[in-house]
């Protein structure tokens, strides 16, 4: 290799700095895998190291540390302060972002990481990259898709209000919960074609826990008050076919009439296309008059249920 220069940096030194490593490995059945622990040159001795599958958010990262002696090295000790806590985690948020955004990183080791009163340094860096194909889907090299921030959107419905309308996430559960219940019996009834009387835990989490890869949800949120407030949800979960997914939506009672309904089956239609799914289908009853009303205006085909007379079947090719 031909080389035409070096560059040289001053050592980087910190009396109260403690040695932390993070890295990153491609597992064959999980993909990228995050490792943390102490670092340095005794690494392998040491053998602190704890592993997790990203996306990591801020709760994932401080289980993550929490698992490792170097949580305790990082706290206050035999006179050194407490290192920057908030800048390791944002550090690990950082590696954390590059490995789902850039399937190409097929290693990395950030070791030793200095961690200080003021802050990290990374001390030495290795990446080792791979290639990748370019028909390959986004994020097909995850496990676990993360979460997709670009389909958050503010609407403005048919009377002027404003909305936030985003996919699901698993920390909406409590809103989720006030929605459902919140519902009427009726609107209850259309969208789970049963009586309904209260969602139940294990409900809550299938709804509110989902791989985004497979399956997506748009909820509607109003926050005029300050605090957020579901107003309606949207969903589809793709069939074993991988061509073709099924959906399901509810409206709050009070904003029903508001075109609420149109704007999240338009998001949701939009998401599965690019998805590339090929067909969507739901099933309502056939009293539900606005559900028919609508799938026909964006566009569905609407039939009987050959296997019940009370249920229709609404399908589209995307």
């Avoid at 220069?5 to 064959?28: C, K, T």
């Avoid at 490995?99 to 990374?122: Q, R, S, W």
């Avoid at 290639?131 to 898709?145: C, D, E, G, T």
């Avoid at 969602?199 to 299938?206: E, K, Q, V």
Wanted: hydrophobic share 45%; net charge negative; charged share 25%.
């Amino acid at each position: 290799a031909k080389i035409d220069g070096a560059a040289i940096e001053p050592m980087h030194i910190d009396r109260h700095g403690r040695e932390l490593m993070i890295g990153v490995v491609n597992d064959e059945v999980f993909g990228p895998v995050i490792s943390f622990g102490l670092g340095g040159t005794m690494v392998e001795i040491i053998m602190d190291k704890a592993v997790a599958l990203p996306p990591l958010n801020r709760f994932l990262v401080r289980d993550l540390i929490s698992r490792t002696r170097a949580k305790e090295v990082m706290a206050e000790l035999r006179g050194s302060p407490e290192v920057d806590v908030d800048a390791v985690e944002d550090l690990l948020l950082l590696v954390s972002g590059i490995v789902c955004d850039l399937p190409g990183v097929a290693e990395m080791d950030l070791n030793p990481v200095i961690a200080g009163p003021a802050g990290v340094v990374v001390v030495d860096a290795r990446i080792r990259a791979q290639k990748v194909s370019p028909a390959a889907r986004p994020y097909a090299h995850m496990a676990i898709h993360p979460y997709p921030s670009a389909l958050v959107r503010e609407a403005a419905l048919s009377d002027g209000t404003t909305v936030t309308i985003r996919p699901i996430r698993p920390e909406d559960a409590i809103i989720e919960r006030e929605f459902v219940n919140g519902l009427s019996e009726q609107s209850r009834y259309l969208r789970f074609m049963y009586a309904l009387q209260e969602i139940t835990p294990a409900m809550l989490s299938r709804f509110t826990q989902i791989d985004y890869d497979r399956e997506l949800a748009f909820i509607a949120v109003d926050d005029s008050s300050g605090e957020e407030r579901q107003v309606g949800v949207a969903r589809y979960i793709t069939l074993p076919d991988e061509a073709t997914c099924e959906f399901a939506i509810v409206v709050g009672d009070d904003w029903q009439g508001r075109g609420l309904a149109r704007l999240l089956m338009g998001d949701l239609i939009a998401a599965a296309r690019d998805a590339g799914l090929k067909k969507m289908y739901g099933t309502t009853l056939k009293e539900n008059r606005g559900m028919l009303e609508l799938a026909g205006n964006l566009g569905f085909e609407i039939e009987p249920d050959p296997e019940d007379p009370d249920l229709r079947v609404m399908t589209i090719r995307l």
